[in-house]
Structures are given as structure tokens and as C-alpha cells.
């Protein structure tokens, strides 16, 4: 049978400072809201030692609306100067009714800043208040323990560069901790409640060690200490629509899926090169992984198969490759995409020759061009006239099957997400989008392999086209 994936880049921004995290508002009046957080080590007139630089960061806030096809969606609401920011993430829940954004700056804090309505009838970003980890520290990571949409007893768990982990709790107006305690030699990158029971808490480090943490025990031993991954423990998520399931993601450009139950043996691992840095469950599709791989892209797993047992690699459905420097920051977005997704390939499993074929054939134009000489394109007539994507050859080819067998039991018929992403030496923030139908039972297929190809089209392992027109346009402030 046959299926359909299909990356699409809507608009690129030139964040100037190196981006590394981005965020999509998770509060369902809010999900058009994005943040985008950058860091730059900005060093002396004469270079002088990495110690004595200055970690300067800008905090990006947007708005995306769809407009039509010739106007760019995102809009600019507030940009503000900050220390370099490492980590961003939105509490799950509206705290006093409001989206609130926490962020571990280079500074060794947690700040926390509130979406409100400004005097001009737009949103911005009002900062509440901030913690600090301690001195000469960086803070590198955070997660809110409200991942199920639990809104009692919100927390904070955060980790540091001189390898602590921080429990803070929210009050009306402040944080206070909770509990603080050394859990990794080196760097621990990153920290993370399980969303199934917040006192369970997971580090890692640049040890090359996993941990879980239980604060009705408290932080004297961990639960458990895994050394399966060979290098730094780069990203850990907890699945909010799995109990007891949790990802991680390393330097060893290795994902593994595991069993809460036994942190022994992981139920799968997945190869994807380029070290993976950020992981990211999908907000409702369970069975959907987005990581962020370093040297080697943006990737989205499916990984129904290895959940089930199969102990097999998940499968690569799609990867975004317009970036052009080390793939950092990824989420992805709740918003309900207007735009209906490209038809249905399950109509045919042959390719059909489209209006535009059949017309004029189309000449590919670049419209955008980094400064890392990358470009994007658009379709044009033999006029110059601009050939809407949906008409475009590439939009009526079907492809083989994928390497798993999605479910369609479980998984809807067509899936359209809104995907935001960040580089950090070219500064750059992407904007996407990914449309997916599952096929039906009755495939078979080859492991994640799939996913190396690296021809620029719809098609194998969902590689991303050109993009509209509008991808060229800068980015315009509200």
C-alpha cells in the first residue's frame, strides 16, 4: 500500500544571536504563540579566554497566522535582551489563566515570564520573577511536572552545568527550592520529571549516565544509574500518553525507548546520527517522536512497533534537512492547520501527471539564501508567474510504504502538524510543516535506514520540498 509524507518550509527568520530552543505555547487559546531563545558567547576585543566572555541571549516571541499564500505567517510580537538562554519550556497549564515560559539562562537562572494582552492588543511577555541555581553556574535544562495537565503542586526541575539538579516550587509570584543536590560529575545537561508521577525525576549528564531520582527518598542515591548510552545524555522525555515510557537521547547519536519498570535494557534503539540533543513526544499522537540530531538534522520517528515490543529501531517517517548548522531547538505545534493536507496517495499508488505538468513543466527559482549559501525555491511558469505548491508536479506523486506499519486504528487518517526548529551558527528559525498519511496494515518494510536519503523532495523518508513563495519574506513586527 501506499503512503504520503511531506515536509513543507512556510518561512525561515534570521535570529541574528545562535538560536537553540524553540517552543510552541501548549495552552490551547495560546497555540499560535511561538518562542524562540538564542545564545552567543560574545568574547573581548583581543579573543582573551572562554571564561572571561560574555554569554549575551535574546528571547524571540511570535505569532502565527495563515494568511494566504503570498503573505509570510509568523509575525514578530517582542524580542528581548537576556543572558544567553539554553532552555525554554511553557507550563503546561495556564498558571493565574496565563501561558507561563520558563528559561535557564547562561546567568544560572530560572526565569519565569507571563504571556499577558499589552496596551497595544497584542501578546507579550511580562517577566514574574527568578531563581538563582548558585554562582558561576549555567543553567542548562528545565521541565514542569504538569506534562499530563495536572495543575496542583506545579514544579520546576532543573539541572546545571556544575552537574546539579534543582527541584524549585511555583508559588503566586516566586520559586523557592525544594531540593538541590550534585547527581553528575560533569555538565548534567538535562533533567526531567516523569509526567506519571512527579516525584520521580530523570537527569543526564555528560558522565555518559542516566538517573532517576525518587524525592519521597530523597537525593542521597538514585533509583537507578544506567550507563547504556556511551556518551553525554543530551535529552530525556517523559511520554504523556504512556505510562511508564520514557525517551533519551545522547551524544551517541542513539535514541532509546524505555520501560520505567526495567531501566536496564532499553525496548529500543534507534541510530540517527549527528548526536541527539532534543526529543519531543507529540502532543497527541502517541506514538510520534521529533528529535533534533546535532550534525544530522531533524527527524520524526514512529515508534508504535518498538513501544509494542518488536525491540527493533523506530522508524523514520520524515526529516527536515533545510537547516545548515547544528540542529538544536524542534517542537511541535497544537494549532489546527486551516489548510487541508495534499490528497489522500491511498486514491493511487502510481504517480499522476499534475495541471502544472501538463501546462508548462514549471521552472524552480531560489527565493531565499542563508549565509551559509543555502537556498530555497518556488515553482514558476514560463511567464514568471508563481505556481501555487499545490499544483506543483512533486504534489500528486505517491511513494512505497514507510519502514513501520502504523496503525490506522490508532493513528487518524491524515496527520498535519505545524513544526518550528532552530540552527545555531547560521542563526536561523524554520517554520514547517508536515503532512503524513498512514498506510494500512498489510506492509512490510526495511528499518530506519530509509531515513538517510538525502534528496530534497517529497517522497522517501519525507524529505522537505520547496517551500511557497512567501519563504523569502522577512518577517514583520506587529
Avoid at 26 to 47: E, M, V
Wanted: charged fraction near 20%.
Amino acid at each position: 500500500m501506499a503512503w504520503k509524507s511531506r515536509t513543507r518550509s512556510l518561512q525561515v527568520f534570521d535570529t541574528e544571536l545562535s538560536a537553540d530552543t524553540v517552543e510552541w505555547c501548549p495552552i490551547p487559546q495560546w497555540h499560535n504563540i511561538l518562542a524562540c531563545g538564542t545564545y552567543q558567547l560574545q568574547k573581548g576585543p583581543d579573543g582573551g579566554p572562554e571564561d572571561a566572555a560574555t554569554r549575551i541571549g535574546r528571547l524571540y516571541l511570535f505569532k502565527f497566522r495563515q494568511q494566504g499564500p503570498m503573505c509570510p505567517p509568523l509575525s514578530e510580537l517582542q524580542r528581548i535582551d537576556t543572558p544567553a538562554i539554553l532552555n525554554l519550556k511553557w507550563c503546561h497549564v495556564p498558571v493565574s489563566e496565563r501561558p507561563l515560559l520558563g528559561m535557564a539562562t547562561a546567568s544560572g537562572e530560572i526565569q519565569l515570564h507571563r504571556l499577558i494582552d499589552s496596551q497595544e492588543g497584542r501578546c507579550a511577555l511580562q517577566t514574574v520573577t527568578s531563581f538563582g541555581l548558585g554562582a558561576d553556574k549555567l543553567a542548562l535544562s528545565l521541565d514542569w511536572s504538569t506534562g499530563r495537565g495536572n495543575s496542583s503542586d506545579v514544579r520546576v526541575v532543573s539541572s546545571d552545568s556544575a552537574g546539579c539538579v534543582n527541584v524549585l516550587s511555583l508559588g503566586e509570584n516566586s520559586l523557592t527550592a525544594v531540593s538541590q543536590w550534585k547527581a553528575h560529575d560533569f555538565e548534567a545537561w538535562i533533567s526531567a520529571f516523569s509526567y506519571w508521577d512527579t516525584q520521580l525525576v530523570y537527569s543526564g549528564g555528560d558522565d555518559c549516565k542516566l538517573k532517576g531520582w525518587d524525592l519521597r527518598m530523597g537525593p542521597s542515591s538514585p533509583t537507578f544509574t544506567s550507563k547504556r548510552h556511551s556518551m553525554g545524555v543530551c535529552s530525556v522525555h517523559s511520554s504523556p500518553h504512556r505510562e511508564r515510557i520514557l525517551a533519551t537521547g545522547s551524544y551517541d547519536e542513539q535514541v532509546l525507548l524505555w520501560d520505567e519498570r526495567n531501566m536496564r535494557q532499553p525496548l529500543s534503539e534507534s541510530a540517527l546520527g549527528g548526536g541527539v540533543w532534543r526529543l519531543k513526544w507529540h502532543p497527541t499522537h502517541e506514538h510520534l517522536l521529533l528529535a533534533a540530531c546535532m550534525h544530522n538534522d531533524f527527524h520524526i520517528l514512529h515508534c508504535q512497533q518498538a513501544l509494542e515490543g518488536s525491540g527493533g529501531a523506530c522508524s523514520v517517517l520524515a526529516s527536515y534537512i533545510l537547516h545548515n548548522s547544528l540542529a538544536y531547538g524542534a517542537d511541535w505545534s497544537q494549532l489546527s492547520l486551516e489548510e487541508p493536507p495534499p490528497c489522500s496517495p491511498l486514491e493511487t499508488t502510481e504517480p499522476r501527471q499534475s495541471q502544472t505538468e501538463s501546462r508548462t513543466g514549471g521552472h524552480l527559482r531560489i527565493q531565499y539564501e542563508s549565509p551559509t549559501a543555502s537556498f530555497d525555491t518556488s515553482l514558476e511558469d514560463d511567464t514568471g508567474r508563481y505556481i501555487p505548491e499545490s499544483l506543483s508536479p512533486s504534489s500528486a506523486s505517491s511513494v512505497a510504504g514507510p519502514p513501520a506499519c502504523p496503525n490506522p486504528a490508532v493513528d487518524s487518517p491524515a496527520v498535519s502538524c505545524l513544526m518550528a526548529s532552530c540552527s545555531f551558527y547560521d542563526h536561523m528559525l524554520h517554520v514547517w510543516r508536515w503532512d503524513w498519511t498512514p498506510q494500512e496494515a498489510g506492509c512490510t518494510g526495511t528499518a530506519q535506514g530509509e531515513g538517510e536519503r538525502r534528496a530534497v523532495g517529497e517522497g522517501d523518508g519525507g524529505q522537505a520540498v520547496a517551500p511557497a513563495k512567501y519563504a523569502k519574506c522577512t518577517t514583520h513586527r506587529e
